[in-house]
């Protein structure tokens, strides 16, 4: 099925001449309009513009397309416009990608506070990024950073990879194996364990064995469960053994129904990132998004002064 966004962007091109002018007036990247454009061709078989010097000049086929197309989708962007206009003076809608846990665990208490409309995605970060790249997102929280022009990337916190456990497992046993500084007892007794994984995504324990082991962990996880979440609803007081960041299990931690085991022989820090487009009408929006991730996943000043320098701001 043919996605109306791609006829979107065809008539701004048509209307504007030029890929840059269509994605100035759309507020998205100039690849996005080339990746809607080259869609909507193979979807439709024939080719829509003729790139010139200076101009993108339509084809017969384009022209018959443009005068198909052009008052159906006039008319969608009127039923937008008052459909928002009558559901509440003109609330901005803005689209944000990150993992399920720091949605639920930081933005989740404040969504009936925000005065915009918030569409919500989850999913694999590079995929979040292209998304955001091509205009389909306005907001992403990211551990991961790609090297797109178009997208402007803001550290702000960071999060360690620990390794937890059930407040009921003894741990001793593990504890003063890796003292010795023995990897391979170390290994053999976690591989003995239970564990917890998530559904989708095993980067974290991945990172953590290759990180600690040089190697991949050569077992399954017991019990595969639907997010982090659900892995410290499931150990808290009780036995499991999980690869967790730490900001989402502070609180359980504090209470004593979860135990920190072991950071690793070197502790594995990812930065956390704001991203967003360099061109966006949302400005306003996404600051004060930004703030509520702040105020909740706040880290020193010093630190933050580290971040940016990492990173040449």
């Given at each position: 099925m043919v996605n109306l966004e791609w006829f979107r962007t065809f008539k701004a091109i048509y209307e504007t001449g030029s890929l840059t002018s269509a994605a100035n007036k759309?507020?998205?990247?100039?690849?996005?309009?080339?990746?809607?454009?080259?869609?909507?061709?193979?979807?439709?078989?024939?080719?829509?513009?003729?790139?010139g010097t200076r101009k993108m000049l339509p084809t017969e086929?384009?022209?018959?397309?443009?005068?198909?197309?052009?008052?159906?989708?006039?008319?969608?962007?009127?039923?937008e416009g008052h459909f928002y206009r009558n559901a509440d003076s003109v609330r901005p809608s803005i689209s944000i990608g990150m993992c399920f846990e720091t949605f639920q665990y930081v933005l989740e208490p404040f969504i009936s506070e925000l005065p915009f409309n918030l569409i919500t995605k989850f999913g694999v970060y590079q995929d979040m990024?292209?998304?955001?790249?091509?205009?389909?997102?306005?907001?992403?929280?990211?551990?991961q950073k790609d090297e797109t022009f178009n997208i402007q990337y803001t550290p702000f916190s960071k999060e360690r990879l620990i390794l937890i456990a059930g407040s009921k497992n003894d741990v001793s046993g593990f504890k003063?194996?890796?003292?010795?500084?023995?990897?391979?007892?170390?290994?053999?007794?976690?591989?003995?364990?239970?564990?917890?994984?998530?559904?989708?995504?095993?980067?974290?324990?991945?990172?953590?064995?290759?990180?600690?082991?040089?190697?991949?962990?050569?077992?399954?996880?017991?019990?595969?469960?639907?997010?982090?979440?659900?892995?410290?609803?499931?150990?808290s007081g009780k036995e499991g053994f999980a690869v967790i960041p730490?900001?989402?299990?502070?609180?359980?931690?504090?209470?004593?129904?979860?135990?920190l085991v072991w950071e690793g022989f070197s502790p594995i820090e990812n930065t956390l990132y704001f991203a967003q487009r360099k061109k966006t009408i949302y400005k306003k929006e996404l600051a004060l998004l930004q703030d509520v991730f702040l105020k909740h996943m706040a880290?020193?000043?010093?630190?933050?002064?580290?971040?940016?320098?990492?990173?040449g701001k």
């Amino acid at each position: 099925m043919v996605n109306l966004e791609w006829f979107r962007t065809f008539k701004a091109i048509y209307e504007t001449g030029s890929l840059t002018s269509a994605a100035n007036k759309l507020y998205i990247s100039q690849p996005g309009v080339s990746l809607h454009l080259n869609s909507l061709e193979a979807h439709v078989g024939n080719k829509l513009f003729d790139r010139g010097t200076r101009k993108m000049l339509p084809t017969e086929y384009g022209n018959m397309l443009y005068n198909s197309i052009v008052d159906a989708v006039k008319k969608l962007e009127e039923a937008e416009g008052h459909f928002y206009r009558n559901a509440d003076s003109v609330r901005p809608s803005i689209s944000i990608g990150m993992c399920f846990e720091t949605f639920q665990y930081v933005l989740e208490p404040f969504i009936s506070e925000l005065p915009f409309n918030l569409i919500t995605k989850f999913g694999v970060y590079q995929d979040m990024l292209n998304d955001l790249d091509k205009g389909l997102l306005d907001f992403v929280i990211s551990p991961q950073k790609d090297e797109t022009f178009n997208i402007q990337y803001t550290p702000f916190s960071k999060e360690r990879l620990i390794l937890i456990a059930g407040s009921k497992n003894d741990v001793s046993g593990f504890k003063e194996v890796v003292n010795t500084g023995n990897t391979e007892t170390a290994e053999d007794w976690l591989n003995k364990q239970v564990w917890f994984g998530t559904t989708g995504d095993m980067e974290h324990l991945r990172n953590f064995w290759l990180h600690n082991f040089k190697k991949r962990a050569d077992f399954k996880p017991n019990y595969i469960v639907p997010n982090m979440s659900s892995i410290i609803r499931c150990i808290s007081g009780k036995e499991g053994f999980a690869v967790i960041p730490d900001f989402l299990c502070r609180k359980q931690l504090e209470k004593g129904n979860i135990q920190l085991v072991w950071e690793g022989f070197s502790p594995i820090e990812n930065t956390l990132y704001f991203a967003q487009r360099k061109k966006t009408i949302y400005k306003k929006e996404l600051a004060l998004l930004q703030d509520v991730f702040l105020k909740h996943m706040a880290i020193d000043v010093k630190d933050q002064i580290l971040l940016l320098q990492d990173t040449g701001k």
